[in-house]
């Protein structure tokens, strides 16, 4: 029978980074729905999703002696509440012979970690129903015959990247990771995966620990990035008995307990036009998965001829049954309840949202197991058979042919394994397993043991789940720390030298002293010497190393003294870092009192960073003679009037001294790449370097289209139907003048004849009649001497689209742009009067640079403060130079003077029209001046439609009152 995807969401509490943020919650939950709010429009609408479960986990709990985490309001759900709602149903029908499974989602911090495994006394529902599947066989197994048998074994998988890595035996670890093949009958299995048979809720658990570490060491030493991989834990559980007829009956049932990737890595927005976006496999589990879903859900609809595209990715082909086939499937959400955090949970409850209309059909799997060995004899002998007469078809190529040679060849290999595994004893692979893991149990409890006395260091890492998973013990004497074989703390990857450093530990107390050229940082202070160590110090090897000493004896004296000894977490130990090298306080506004943009500022400066500094090193030691610099961008120079500044990536080419300015999204892409190309060359592949340019992640075309600058154009003239003609500097996002740009702006008329002499005095006069206007972007001069042509684009008033220039080349010192462009608005409304008074048009200057020469160019040095160099300059206010006008309210005001200008210009030419027609009448002794002579000095000097209004009102003013007469001591107005 078909039923849906059940989906819960979970919300967690503040973290530590969000309350220091002073972050507002922007969630609710009113029974099965969950509530959104919008922290940029508090008008808008919230969003409500509806689930099967909506666990509030925010607040209302205390924390009790044992340190689990009670309930202290009935809104508050803890994690059995939890594993009663979903993990109980799993587990029950796994007894019925069913597959099951658990998907995680959410971003990296959410609480994923938290809800699955748990922490201290607070199991996770992984532990806790591992601790009840044990607890129900060995009460089955008191009432159980002889001939009734439970086995329990599990696998750990990781896809990064598209392949699939074995987290509980990296001996398989092979390039291009290990293969995914389709059977006829149990679809896609991943080739060679090792499954170990567990015989405790303990055991189970130290499998995960084992492969955690192992995705741990990888990550830190680049081979891998783990808020990009999905892992697999999958509990197989088998019951053996006879039936009534005396055969022996298989019930099998398979957990799979998916992790996927945090979900804010899954946003490539920002790359667009990057030549490498698609050629990125890192986003394509994601993407695909979600593409399957939209078209399970479009099934469920009623929609027809849609087809799933499962085998467009690793993780969907592995999914399949957990999506639409043979499963009964759950999947929990988890959110961050901080307006800081909005989009990423927005993300995560539209994604959770389409995951419930899935639907999937569920069987018994339940198997004779004299017919299954048979049926897999008669499947090898066909298999045999097929390899002796080479039956692999006709039309094939030989290489076609030895692959799926090699095919059969790999499913009669896993056939006959499974055919030892059935007539084996369930007990004998037991025992072996006992065996093996006895001694590796035995080293993990001395090893906690050595912890209480002994000082060593353990690691933080981004991703809280793999934090403490490597720990190096610091023995009494001297402990070298490096890449050599031999060497007691052996480290690999990003800047660690053969010889990185020394540890001292002698009577207790701890020194480390660096070697030459050696990357170190305690507490984010570089070190050059010897330093001591305290308990709790934070210490980072090279670029990637980033560890935390556990000093027994230092932390007891520290309590004796009444110290408050707080644990380190990977946030702070960056923020410490970004300190030094000073991050804080590089908007400006150093105060305690910053403001929210601020703080949210810094902190992607503080994300950035150890990024930045990563990419340098792999750019360093691929000799690829490239340097990254963080920079911010105002909102000006994005063409914005208002909002915050922006973390962007400068790329120079130490070669050519090119410049590009990446965002940090496609910075990020980029990284992840970046790292992919170090593991191979790492592995020692000789084809590590890519084989042309365009796939290599630190080259960027010199044609690729690089931004100049801006320049702001204040239309406060138009209001008055006065020309504007001015030549203004283009700023970049440091404020620096990068140029000169002939910009004019030219009231006209509806065939685009220029009116240049007319003029309202009041801007008013203007609502309700049709303004025509020309823009005119005449040349660009001094530029820099490296571009090689350029072009401009803007958005006028409400323009979806820009309007854009063509691609001028530098004649001399010039770019002849020699753009113009027609505007006609009609009629003039209140809001586009209030436009032109008070806004601009941001004319963005794009260019693309010369081609390098080619010469051969020195590396710049990688110090861990030059990726902040840009930054500060770009943090700094944005001044003038040379006299000219750099600044968006120096722009404001020259128009404001030049148009006060003109205004008083054209008042003073009809003044003197005026003058020059009654001296000639006073000179001719004219007691009349005709109203036609005066029109035309008025329209000569003023709007043609201020003209029309004047000649309408005396046309009335006749008609009401016969001939009107104006007279004076000097003449009459007729």
């Known amino acids: 029978m078909e039923e849906n995807v059940k989906v819960a969401i979970r919300v967690r509490p503040f973290s530590d980074r969000e309350r220091l943020r002073n972050a507002s919650c922007v969630v609710t939950m009113i029974d099965k729905m969950t509530v959104l709010y919008d922290p940029a429009n508090s008008k808008r609408d919230p969003r409500q999703y509806t689930f099967d479960y909506s666990y509030w986990s925010h607040d209302g709990y205390w924390e009790r002696g044992d340190g689990y985490l009670e309930s202290t309001s009935p809104s508050y759900v803890d994690q059995r509440k939890v594993f009663d709602d979903i993990g109980a149903e799993m587990l029950q029908n796994a007894w019925k012979g069913y597959n099951c499974s658990l998907f995680a989602y959410g971003q990296t911090g959410s609480g994923k970690s938290y809800t699955m495994m748990g922490f201290g006394t607070n199991k996770g529902i992984i532990p806790i129903m591992c601790d009840e599947l044990f607890s129900s066989i060995e009460t089955k197994k008191r009432s159980a015959s002889l001939d009734q048998e439970f086995q329990v074994s599990v696998s750990m998988l990781e896809i990064y990247n598209e392949q699939v890595r074995d987290l509980l035996n990296l001996s398989l670890h092979v390039r291009g990771g290990l293969k995914v093949r389709q059977h006829p009958t149990k679809g896609f299995y991943v080739e060679s995966l090792t499954s170990h048979a567990v015989y405790s809720q303990a055991d189970i658990e130290s499998r995960i620990v084992e492969g955690t570490r192992n995705r741990t060491l990888a990550s830190t030493n680049m081979n891998s990035t783990s808020s990009r991989a999905h892992t697999i834990v999958s509990i197989y559980f088998h019951q053996k008995s006879r039936n009534n007829a005396g055969q022996f009956v298989t019930k099998m049932s398979s957990i799979n307990l998916v992790d996927l990737a945090g979900s804010e890595r899954s946003d490539i927005s920002g790359t667009s036009g990057d030549r490498l976006k698609e050629g990125s496999l890192i986003n394509q589990s994601l993407s695909t998965l979600g593409n399957v879903i939209k078209c399970l ?12 595209p499962y085998r467009e990715s690793i993780l969907t082909k592995l999914l399949k049954n957990a999506l639409g086939g043979n499963s009964k499937t759950a999947m929990i959400a988890t959110i961050s309840p901080a307006d800081i955090h909005y989009e990423e949970t927005l993300s995560a409850l539209r994604f959770a949202n389409k995951a419930k209309n899935i639907k999937t ?41 030895a692959e799926m040679r090699h095919s059969l060849e790999e499913q009669l290999k896993k056939n006959q394994e499974e055919m030892e595994k059935m007539n084996n004893s369930w ?190 090193a792999i750019s360093q030691e691929l000799e690829k003679r490239v340097h990254f610099d963080i920079i911010l961008v105002a909102p000006q120079a994005r063409g914005l009037s208002e909002g915050r500044a922006e973390v962007c990536v400068k790329l120079v080419d130490c070669i050519s001294g090119n410049e590009w300015v990446w965002s940090k999204n496609k ?79 030219v009231p006209c008329d509806d065939q685009g004849l220029e009116r240049r002499e007319d003029f309202l005095e009041n801007p008013q006069e203007m609502i309700g009649k049709e303004l025509h206007f020309k823009i005119k972007i005449l040349s660009a001069k001094n530029l820099p001497t490296k571009i090689r042509t350029c072009f401009c684009k803007y958005k006028v008033y409400l323009d979806d689209k820009s309007t854009m220039t063509h691609e001028s080349l530098q004649t001399g010192e010039t770019h002849d742009i020699n753009h113009q462009h027609l505007f006609t608005f009609n009629p003039v409304t209140k809001q586009f009067l209030s436009y032109l008074t008070n806004s601009s048009v941001v004319i963005e200057v794009w260019g693309k640079q010369e081609r390098g020469s080619g010469e051969q160019g020195s590396l710049l040095p990688s110090s861990s403060t030059e990726p902040l160099s840009s930054a500060r300059s770009s943090a700094s206010d944005v001044v003038g130079a040379n006299g000219h006008i750099t600044d968006g309210d120096k722009c404001k005001l020259l128009v404001e003077v030049s148009t006060f200008r003109k205004r008083a210009e054209r008042a003073e030419q009809i003044l003197m029209r005026i003058k020059s027609l009654l001296d000639e009448a006073v000179e001719e002794k004219l007691q009349v001046l005709a109203v036609e002579d005066l029109l035309k000095v008025l329209g000569s000097g003023s709007s043609a439609t201020l003209s029309r209004d004047l000649s309408d009102n005396l046309g009335a003013s006749k008609d009401n009152k016969g001939n009107a007469n104006v007279t004076s001591e000097a003449c009459s107005v007729q």
């Open 361 to 401: 059909t569920a069987v018994v799997n339940e198997s004779q197991t004299d017919k299954l060995v048979r049926e897999l004899r008669e499947e090898n002998q066909k298999l045999l058979d097929m390899l002796r007469r080479g039956q692999m078809g006709i039309g094939y190529t030989e290489e076609e042919v």
């Open 427 to 616: 007990q004998q692979r037991l025992k072996e397993a006992e065996a093996q893991n006895k001694l590796k149990l035995e080293e993990e409890r001395q090893e906690q043991e050595r912890m209480k006395s002994v000082p060593h260091l353990w690691n933080l890492h981004e991703d809280p789940a793999l934090t403490g998973m490597v720990t190096h013990f610091i023995i009494p004497g001297k402990s070298k720390v490096g890449t050599l074989k031999g060497t007691e703390i052996l480290l690999s990857g990003l800047s660690i030298l053969p010889d990185h450093a020394v540890i001292y530990n002698k009577d207790g107390v701890v020194n480390v002293r660096p070697n030459a050229d050696a990357r170190l940082l305690v507490n984010g202070d570089e070190v050059r010497s010897d330093k001591m160590l305290r308990h709790n110090d934070r210490v980072l090897f090279g670029h990637n190393h980033l560890y935390v000493l556990h000093h027994p004896q230092d932390l007891a004296k520290q309590l004796r003294e009444g110290r408050s000894v707080e644990k380190p977490t990977y946030d702070a130990a960056q923020q410490e870092i970004a300190q030094h090298l000073g991050l804080i306080g590089i908007t400006g506004n150093r105060s305690k009192n910053r403001t929210q943009d601020d703080l949210l500022l810094e902190e992607e400066l503080v994300q950035v960073l150890p990024h930045v500094n990563q990419a340098n």
């Open 297 to 308: 859900t479009d099934k469920t609809k009623g929609k027809q001829f849609v087809v799933a």
């Open 667 to 745: 910075f990020t892409n980029r990284k992840y790449m970046m790292a992919e190309m170090y593991e191979h060359y790492m592995e020692g592949q000789t084809d590590w370097d890519a084989s042309c340019k365009d796939k290599d992640p630190f080259w960027e075309a010199s044609d690729t289209e690089v931004p100049i600058g801006t320049v702001h154009v204040y239309l406060q003239s138009l209001a008055y139907v006065i020309e504007l003609d001015e030549t203004l500097a283009i700023t970049d996002f440091r404020g620096a003048e990068q140029g000169y740009l002939h910009v004019a702006v």
